[in-house]
């Protein structure tokens, strides 16, 4: 194995927790405990991202050794590296939860890379730690392929997120209750390395701020902006107020890209949301089939849905302002609140940006932002594919008065529904096309525009499912298939036309396609 360069200036530059015996406690005063993953008997490689192995300089062959399972499996530490857990509090479901932490996250160290990028690595399921409350540390297969193959697929949706290295199967089961309601079942354990260029949260300001702790939140602070926004590190007194806009601005930028990819979370708790705007801890999401924005995948959250896929925006801010909250003793009042301001702004800008792009014109007038919303609430009332309805749209042609909806057929889940509505279909359609016509854009400038913006495949729940139960059998071919599909979700692939159908009927209500749980 290569030497992988490490800087782990986390645990090197910030205050841990003394006491590294194991046992679960209230760690104060530290940002993190020092603790080493916990081997597993049988440590094998499922999947790997090839970019993200080509980022860290792993050979394919390094990639394809007994070593790499070794150290991806949590069985052996690769010289550098430095474990700990971080402590992080948070907000889950709108209510302060006190110390959460690393449960099951280990970070093995900060990986300077040759083009110099840092690449902090974190294996997921790892083993107990300080802050594994009552659970075990462990993670089960179907949510670590999920957790795999959604991370590679958002980067190359150009959706930020955390990245996957490596999927390791552990040899171990884990016993998990999947609808928490006593039928708790042995099912096979995995590990995922995750990778990112810090995974600070939202929660690991609010904890030290709880506490009254401000020295240590300053602590923070001041390293966050030294390590992530290294740009800000000459902004002198200014420095905090433009770091709080900037993750204003990212966590806008991160929404608007959900929204625009039909992408729901699940648990946007506050410790679930990256200080980078990157998408952080793939449990319980799932993406939009019939749109509609009231859909939540999580059955944790099936009462209030509060993180239902129309909420996300508005939660982010809220999250938002709990951080700002966090950050008070160090931030003036007014340059939080115009941070939040800029959230605001931020997101309506990216949101009108995708509208333009969704509809292949050049920009968005008021006038578009309309059209959109009438097109929303028709896609919602007829249950009609989000991703197959807007990919198709750029097959209407536009020089006609009144285009033919056929390309649009496909995208019904009803069809009969959907012809006694194709008179209103007909007449957006008519004005969508002199709206077209008026922005004037030649039609492969148009098609390019739109086929950049939506999506031809997304990482549809009953996919990943799919892929999932032949996983669970030994076959992690559609595994393979899958991450392969994902690396070019904006280009037709002759072949993979299965990938990109509407969801099945028979997937409709079945677990793990529709409703997923926080089990994992
Ligand atoms: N099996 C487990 N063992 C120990 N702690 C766990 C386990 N599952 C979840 N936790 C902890 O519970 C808290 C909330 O869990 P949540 O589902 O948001 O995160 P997660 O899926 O474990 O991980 P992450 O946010 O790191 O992707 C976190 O502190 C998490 O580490
Ligand atoms: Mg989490």
């Known amino acids: 194995m290569h030497a992988l360069r490490f800087d782990n200036a986390f645990v090197r530059d910030l205050p841990g927790d003394p006491d590294t015996a194991p046992g679960v406690r209230q760690v104060h005063g530290a940002l993190y405990s020092r603790v080493d993953p916990t081997p597993v008997t049988a440590p094998r490689l499922l999947a790997h991202s090839a970019e993200m192995a080509a980022a860290l300089g792993f050979s394919e062959a390094e990639v394809a050794s007994p070593a790499f399972a070794e150290a991806f499996g949590g069985n052996a530490l690769l010289p550098g590296m430095q474990p700990y857990a971080a402590n992080y509090g948070g907000h889950q479901f709108g209510a302060w939860a006190g110390q959460l932490g690393d449960g099951r996250a280990i970070s093995l160290g900060e990986v300077v890379a040759d083009d110099g990028r840092r690449w902090e690595l974190q294996l997921k399921g790892a083993g107990p730690t300080p802050y594994s409350r009552s659970a075990d540390g462990r993670a089960v297969l179907r949510s670590s392929i999920r957790e795999f193959l959604c991370s590679e697929a958002m980067h190359h949706l150009g959706v930020p997120s955390t990245r996957a290295l490596s999927l390791v199967g552990t040899g171990d089961s884990v016993v998990r209750d999947m609808f928490y309601d006593g039928h708790a079942q042995a099912e096979p354990g995995a590990i995922v ?12 300001f609010e904890l030290p701020a709880s506490r009254g702790d401000t020295a240590l939140l300053k602590a923070l602070l001041d390293f966050c902006i030294r390590r992530d926004f290294p740009h800000l590190a000459d902004a002198g007194e200014n420095a905090y107020a433009q770091w709080f806009g900037e993750v204003a601005q990212r966590t806008a930028t991160l929404m608007a890209h959900w929204m625009r990819v039909g992408f729901v979370h699940g648990v946007m708790n506050t410790d679930n949301l990256s200080i980078l705007g990157l998408t952080i801890d793939y449990g319980p999401y799932g993406w939009v089939d019939n749109y509609d924005p009231d859909w939540t995948p999580n059955t944790t959250d099936a009462g209030r849905r509060r993180y239902r896929y129309g909420q996300q925006p508005q939660v982010a801010y809220w999250n938002l302002s709990q951080l700002a909250g966090a950050l008070s003793p160090l931030i003036a009042t007014e340059a939080l609140q115009e941070g939040l301001r800029r959230y605001v702004e931020t997101y309506n800008q990216a949101e009108r940006d995708a509208i333009a792009r969704k509809m292949g014109l050049r920009e968005c007038s008021d006038g578009d932002v309309a059209l959109m919303q009438e097109l929303r609430g028709w896609l919602q009332a007829n ?13 209407i042609d536009v020089r006609a008065e009144r285009p033919d909806p056929a390309p649009l057929a496909e995208a019904a889940y009803d069809p009969e529904r959907a012809a006694a509505a194709e008179p209103a279909l007909r007449d957006w359609l008519a004005r969508y096309a002199a709206r077209a016509r008026e922005d004037g854009s030649p039609a492969d400038e148009r098609e390019a525009r739109m086929d950049a913006a939506n999506p031809r495949y997304v990482l549809r729940n009953y996919l990943a499912q799919q892929a999932i139960d032949r996983a669970e059998q030994g076959d992690l071919a559609g595994v393979h298939e899958l991450l392969e599909v994902m690396r070019r979700p904006y280009h037709d692939q002759p072949g993979r036309e ?15 396609c529709s409703m997923l749980s926080c089990s994992s």
């Open 383 to 395: 249950e009609i594919d989000m991703t197959i309805f807007f990919r198709a749209l750029a097959d």
């Open 498 to 512: 299965a990938f990109a159908a509407k969801r099945p009927d028979w997937a409709r209500e079945r677990a793990g």
């Open 193 to 204: 390395c995750r990778a990112a260029p810090s995974f600070i949260r939202f929660g690991n």
